[in-house]
């Protein structure tokens, strides 16, 4: 019932989009590029639920162009390929628009195979991502195409796709219930802009009521899981990072697993990656490396397989020597650098005379004291070493090879 409601309640034209004025509106920059005739390749991104496939489809219905859509969750390189080898059908003279739904989860070579289409205008490509597309869609697309940001949409205009849904349940179903304008507001608040989940807690509200829709009919589906806001988003996170800092292998699980329940693969990775290098470190220089190829095979795979990989990155961190050394270190020298400091480096380090500079390679040991930082921090300390074996021993090995002399300082 609810992907046959949310289809039928999908708009068929600008004027019926719920938000996104600014793209759509009566001078949205969209709908001014769509109805004067140009459709450039795009790149939608933002929140679940506001409206970017159904504004795909009023674009390729408007342009009179042949619509494929792909979700890259589980369309493979095969399934783009069969789509654009159809553009030499002498039946597609309206051209083709190929949607690619969370192209983040395309990897780079599914994402270049695109190019060769897109750049001699056989396909006009639509993606969209509800993350940051610098981040997970390969430049050279970038290049080629405009970005769109959708914004969640306000309350006020997700209450009008909610009556819409109010008006096609009552006629689907033959009942009719009331429901007040304020339990609307508060499905539309509880939902946070996200209109096809809040379709989908009024449908369910609808078919529980007896004869009115109260706020205390959709308490009864309005599951926190459903409700996973910023502060749910950044506080598992935090757990997550924090029971690993604190060597808690079984706390790792958990927080992985919530917070892949909830669709957080991509910030997983991300938050993995950066606790492999901020609290284990020089500990266990490795564990970047592992951790990061542990992201890259749970992008791959996709879920539910992609658990097995970061439960893995997790667990590893978890068990592993800590050291937030080099986290210190750079902070401390960005905190010197963002204050004006360290303008004029050595004269001996500029190119291209390096006049004075001492070549450590002709030196014991492949190490001559010299100075390498800027004269009004030639004293600054950054990096302290950690306690751990492998910084320890990299400690003996620096008190080493400077005892062993190597010459005065190079500074001119």
């Known amino acids: 019932m609810t992907a046959r409601t949310t289809e039928a309640l999908r708009p068929r034209d600008f004027d019926s989009i719920v938000g996104q004025k600014h793209l759509f509106g009566e001078r949205g920059v969209v ?4 109805e004067s ?4 390749n795009m790149i939608f991104y933002g929140p679940p639920g506001t409206g970017k496939t159904t504004a795909a489809e009023i674009i390729a219905r408007q342009s009179n162009m042949v619509f494929h859509r792909l979700n890259a969750t589980t369309a493979s390189l095969s399934d783009v390929k069969d789509i654009l080898s159809s553009t030499s059908n002498i039946f597609c003279t309206g051209g083709i628009l190929l949607y690619i739904d969370e192209i983040q989860y395309f990897n780079r070579k599914q994402q270049q195979a695109l190019l060769e289409y897109i750049e001699d ?3 006009t490509l639509i993606t969209s991502t509800t993350e940051n597309p610098h981040f997970y869609i390969y430049n050279a697309i970038i290049s080629r195409s405009s970005l769109f940001e959708f914004k969640p949409v306000p309350p006020e205009e997700c209450v009008v796709a909610l009556r819409r849904a109010h008006e096609y349940l009552e006629g689907e179903s033959g009942k009719s219930k009331k429901v007040d304008a304020k339990v609307l507001t508060y499905i539309a608040r509880a939902t946070m802009g996200d209109v ?15 004869e009115e829709i109260t706020v205390e009919t959709v308490d009864e589906f309005n599951v926190k899981v459903g409700n996973f806001d910023d502060d749910t988003h950044f506080n598992l996170l935090s757990c997550l990072q924090k029971s690993i800092r604190g060597s808690d292998p079984d706390a790792a699980a958990f927080y992985v697993a919530k917070l892949l329940s909830m669709g957080e693969l991509l910030s997983v990775c991300r938050r993995l990656q950066v606790i492999a290098s901020e609290d284990i470190g020089l500990a266990y220089p490795m564990a970047a490396a592992i951790t990061r190829a542990c992201c890259e095979s749970a992008k791959e795979l996709g879920m539910p397989e992609a658990a097995i990989p970061l439960g893995h990155a997790a ?7 800590k050291s937030n050394s080099a986290n210190n270190a750079i902070h401390a020298a960005m905190a010197d650098a963002e204050n004006g400091l360290g303008v004029v480096v050595p004269q001996h380090l500029q190119s291209p005379l390096f006049k004075g500079y001492k070549y ?11 100075q390498y930082l800027p004269d009004d921090i030639k004293n600054k300390k950054y990096y302290f070493w950690g306690d751990n074996k492998l910084e320890q021993a990299a400690k003996d090995y620096a008190e080493r090879i400077k005892n062993q002399g190597g010459g005065a300082n190079g500074k001119n």
């Not at 450590?360 to 010299?370: A, F, I, S, T």
């Open 121 to 123: 205008g056989r396909v």
């Open 360 to 370: 450590p390679h002709d030196y014991p040991g492949h190490y001559v004291k010299q």
């Open 31 to 34: 709908r001014r590029m769509v």
């Open 196 to 210: 096809r989940h809040a379709i989908l807690l009024f449908e369910n509200a609808f078919f529980a009521a007896d």
């Open 315 to 321: 667990i590893l961190l978890a068990t592993s020597p």
């Open 37 to 40: 005739g140009r459709i450039p």
